[in-house]
């Protein structure tokens, strides 16, 4: 509160005063804008920083993930084999050691998670079910022990929680009033697997045979369908990647010794008007708003309860805080690069339906083309950040409630995050990132140096250590595309194709 005191106050006299003393109420202003977005860099690249409760359950679906690819191959080997009454539920001996495997793979993930967020009890509500879930004798005293943990807690959902979790798996019988009362608990607090785990025992052990078989087929279907849509990521997967390596390999063999036009340097006919000062003005303004927002988006988080109050209102939440955080620095593109010399938006930053010989269509097929070089390259990208710098993959809050859009299967839902991600995240990032700041770097460094700053920079924002090499692999390919193409619209669409396939894939993975 005291930093948007004083920027207020300071930004009201930049406005009110004149001459000389608006002038340094205005260089006040910058200075001091500079310094709180240094300093929110600093708070949040601190443990203070960071949104705790977020990472951890990431990891948690990350485990999920594991157990529903074990359950699909348990369901698809059984099937094979002529006996799908068995595939799952307590007893099936399909393959054991493949099983055990991905249980112990899950616990471990779990296990850390809760080392990182010892006090967020849905970690071992998860935890409980994976172990009992395993059915091996060494895990029981653990069992026991997490369960224990959640029925002694004062909070009375934790305490149902783990008191129904012993009653199932230890008592082994509850009554027929109780299995309501536990199926309804565990259908609010639990997600995907880890529900269906516990159900399938429920309706088991208190003698529910329906409800049992019905879930039972219901948990089947699931399981098939995950290898579906597996299969067509895969195929759509591998040709995207295909198209990719021919349209890299026709690029590196049409490119010219070098790269760029010369019309778009110092001195050239495109080159623009603004200097370093304004880019810097920019992004520190679009910085500092994004950390003002982001220093109440925790609040919001915890008063609205975002990550358990629904899919709908989470997914209305993220477009109007992206709108509020991001939408700005276009307005400020806008204010400090365009009105001043009196230049249209559009044509600043290149935002064009048609650029030389060049027109809509074709420049949409240049970003799908681009999407497409996208695929094998961040793949290459991921595998050799976790092979060499030990990267775990993204950390981005917004992925759990992505995750949870995907479970909740409500369509106006899913809409509005497509609308986020494939088209309000695109247009901004792209006419900050390629419009604006890469023009901006054109007119003093070459082509390719820009492509790699502002790639580089692109990652740096996003402050995901996790994906930092393949978010900078994907700004230096949508920079590549915005210099060939001299329109911002093919890094347009292939920024949205991106987005959305990852949704898309989130959707088929994770989805009811």
């Known amino acids: ?62 485990a999920e993930l594991l157990l529903r690819f074990d359950r699909s191959m ?41 080392d990182k967020n010892p006090d967020l009890s849905i970690l071992k509500v998860k935890l409980s079910v994976v172990l009992a879930d395993a059915g091996r004798a060494q895990y029981k005293s653990e069992f026991e022990k997490v369960v224990g943990e959640l029925a002694s807690k004062s909070n009375a959902k934790d305490s149902a929680l783990g008191k129904a979790l012993r009653a199932i798996y230890l008592n082994k019988e509850v009554p027929p009033s109780d299995a309501r009362a536990y199926a309804e608990l565990f259908q609010r607090e639990l997600p995907g697997w880890y529900r269906d785990a516990v159900l399938l025992r429920l309706y088991k052990v208190s003698g529910e045979s329906k409800k049992l078989e019905v879930l039972k087929g219901q948990v089947e279907d699931k399981a098939l369908r995950l290898f579906v849509s597996t299969l067509g990521i895969i195929v759509v997967g591998a040709i995207a990647s295909l198209i990719g390596l021919i349209t890299i390999v026709v690029q590196l063999f049409t490119l010219s010794r070098r790269l760029g036009d010369p019309a778009d340097e110092k001195g050239g006919a495109n080159v623009v008007p603004w200097n ?82 060049l027109g809509p269509v074709s420049l949409a097929l240049a970003g799908f083309a681009t999407w497409c070089s996208a695929v094998p390259v961040v793949i290459v990208a991921y595998l050799l950040a976790s092979k060499l710098l030990g990267s775990q993959g993204s950390s981005n809050p917004i992925i759990t409630l992505v995750l949870d859009a995907a ?58 250590a996790g994906a930092v090499v393949p978010l900078m692999c994907l700004g230096c390919l949508f920079a590549f595309v915005f210099e060939r193409t001299k329109s911002l619209l093919p890094s347009m669409v292939a920024h949205g194709l991106w987005n959305s396939g990852t949704f898309t894939l989130v959707l088929l993975i994770f989805g009811n």
């Not at 977005?37 to 948690?60: D, F, N, Q, R």
């Not at 084999?81 to 471990?108: I, M, N, R, Y």
């Open 1 to 62: 509160m005291i930093w948007i005191s004083v920027l207020a106050l300071t930004g009201a006299l930049s406005l009110v005063l004149k001459d000389a003393a608006r002038l340094r109420a205005r260089q006040a202003f910058v200075i001091l804008v500079s310094l709180f977005v240094v300093h929110s860099l600093v708070y949040t690249t601190s443990k203070g920083g960071k949104l705790a409760k977020a990472e951890p359950i990431m990891e948690s679906d990350r």
């Open 74 to 114: 348990q369901v698809l080997e059984s099937w094979a084999a002529g006996a799908a009454g068995s595939a799952v539920g307590e007893g099936s001996q399909f393959s054991a050691l493949k099983q055990k495997d991905f249980h112990s793979e899950a616990k471990k993930v779990l296990e850390e998670s809760i």
């Open 276 to 357: 370093l000062d304004t880019v810097y003005a920019v992004f520190a303004f679009w910085l500092a708003t994004q950390f003002l927002v982001g220093g109440l988006s925790p609040g919001a988080v915890k008063s609205f309860n975002l990550l358990n109050s629904g899919a709908l209102l989470a997914a209305v939440c993220t477009a109007v805080l992206y709108l509020i955080s991001n939408g700005p620095g276009v307005l400020y593109v806008y204010a400090f690069a365009c009105r001043p010399y009196n230049l249209s938006f559009f044509e600043a930053v290149r935002l064009r339906w048609r650029s030389g010989s």
């Open 407 to 464: 479970r909740s299967s409500d369509l106006t839902a899913t809409i509005l995050f497509y609308i986020t991600l494939g088209v309000l995240a695109p247009f901004v990032e792209e006419t900050l990132f390629r419009g604006f700041l890469y023009r901006s770097l054109r007119k003093y460094v070459g082509a390719g140096t820009s492509i790699f700053a502002s790639g580089a920079l692109f990652a740096a924002v996003h402050m995901d």
